[in-house]
């Protein structure tokens, strides 16, 4: 499998985290853990052959053909399959992005792998650039016209929402080890507007995106840590104790700790890199 990711331009960053392309060969994915975890984005992902996608909770695979998709909040983690060999072109999106952009409650695209025209009405121009960029896998090329595309899509809001932007950044900034009154006092808000302002402007709780990067942190302490004590790590992200982590990590990821950490998962490296980028900051407007 080749994962790689590509800088946007600047003007974009403060909406886009990252561009990124995979190429995954027929029977690569065989594991039990090949998934991506939740991470709080949203993803325009471009495909050359049908994908097959499952959350995990769920019995049957359903597929996506070839084409462009939008992929919504995950509030778990998203297992896939090829048959052949395929080659994915994604525009990964941060929590925020899409606050002043959709007239839809973002709730609504959350666990949701649309066609990208079911969401915006597309011109015929950025249909031609979607055509482009299924056209022509190379990655300058696909790079250049994603630039177009995001230009025509953003045209009408560049800016952000910049309270939802530093309350999400507050969360962030401490890897979701927080109590989520914390936000309540340190951005004046009640409880009900915050709730109902992420749910609306981001599609999962203030809750709900703690949780998930609480566990994305420990899931990169426990790839970057020599202390091999699952309890010490847990109670380190924020656990009050190891019945409780135990809890949360079965009920997010679907299996108990050891045996979820105990296999080998490309997907699961990609999301751990992704993790770190974004906890060292390096998706940050440039």
Same mark, same amino acid.
């Given at each position: 499998?080749?994962?790689?990711?590509?800088?946007?331009?600047?003007?974009?960053?403060?909406?886009?985290?990252?561009?990124?392309?995979?190429?995954?060969?027929?029977?690569?994915?065989?594991?039990?853990?090949?998934?991506?975890?939740?991470?709080? #984005?949203?993803?325009?992902?471009?495909?050359? /052959?049908?994908?097959?996608? @499952? +959350?995990?909770? &769920?019995?049957?695979? %359903?597929? =996506?053909?070839?084409?462009?998709?939008?992929?919504?909040?995950?509030?778990?983690?998203?297992?896939?399959?090829?048959?052949?060999?395929?080659?994915?072109?994604?525009?990964?999106?941060?929590?925020?992005?899409?606050?002043?952009?959709?007239?839809?409650?973002?709730?609504?695209? #959350?666990?949701?792998?649309?066609?990208?025209? /079911?969401?915006?009405?597309? @011109? +015929?121009?950025? &249909?031609?650039?979607? %055509?482009? =960029?299924?056209?022509?896998?190379?990655?300058?090329?696909?790079?250049?016209?994603?630039?177009?595309?995001?230009?025509?899509?953003?045209?009408?809001?560049?800016?952000?929402?910049?309270?939802?932007?530093?309350?999400?950044?507050?969360?962030?900034?401490?890897?979701?080890?927080?109590?989520?009154?914390?936000?309540?006092?340190?951005?004046?808000?009640?409880?009900?507007?915050?709730?109902?302002?992420?749910?609306?402007?981001?599609?999962?709780?203030?809750?709900?995106?703690?949780?998930?990067?609480?566990?994305?942190?420990?899931?990169?302490?426990?790839?970057?840590?020599?202390?091999?004590?699952?309890?010490?790590?847990?109670?380190?992200?924020?656990?009050?104790?190891?019945?409780?982590?135990?809890?949360?990590?079965?009920?997010?990821?679907?299996?108990?700790?050891?045996?979820?950490?105990?296999?080998?998962?490309?997907?699961?490296?990609?999301?751990?890199?992704?993790?770190?980028?974004?906890?060292?900051?390096?998706?940050?407007?440039?």
């Amino acid at each position: 499998m080749h994962y790689k990711e590509i800088h946007v331009p600047d003007h974009f960053s403060r909406h886009v985290e990252i561009y990124w392309e995979m190429q995954i060969k027929a029977g690569e994915l065989n594991h039990l853990n090949d998934l991506l975890l939740p991470d709080c #984005t949203f993803n325009i992902i471009f495909t050359d /052959q049908d994908l097959f996608i @499952k +959350a995990a909770y &769920e019995k049957l695979w %359903k597929c =996506i053909p070839a084409g462009v998709h939008f992929l919504g909040q995950r509030n778990t983690p998203l297992s896939f399959r090829v048959k052949k060999s395929i080659r994915v072109f994604g525009i990964r999106f941060k929590p925020f992005a899409f606050a002043n952009i959709l007239d839809i409650p973002v709730h609504k695209l #959350t666990d949701q792998f649309l066609v990208l025209s /079911q969401l915006f009405k597309l @011109k +015929a121009s950025q &249909e031609q650039t979607i %055509k482009n =960029i299924l056209r022509k896998w190379e990655t300058d090329f696909q790079c250049s016209e994603a630039n177009v595309l995001l230009a025509s899509l953003l045209e009408d809001s560049l800016s952000i929402d910049q309270n939802l932007r530093a309350q999400l950044n507050y969360i962030l900034d401490r890897k979701g080890v927080l109590r989520v009154q914390d936000l309540f006092t340190e951005f004046g808000v009640s409880k009900v507007t915050l709730h109902k302002h992420f749910i609306n402007k981001v599609g999962l709780s203030p809750k709900k995106v703690s949780r998930i990067w609480r566990m994305n942190y420990f899931l990169q302490l426990k790839n970057t840590s020599t202390d091999e004590n699952l309890t010490s790590l847990c109670l380190e992200c924020g656990f009050y104790d190891q019945a409780h982590f135990i809890k949360e990590f079965k009920s997010m990821l679907g299996s108990a700790p050891r045996e979820f950490l105990g296999q080998k998962s490309e997907l699961l490296e990609i999301s751990r890199f992704a993790i770190q980028q974004r906890f060292s900051n390096q998706y940050d407007p440039r």
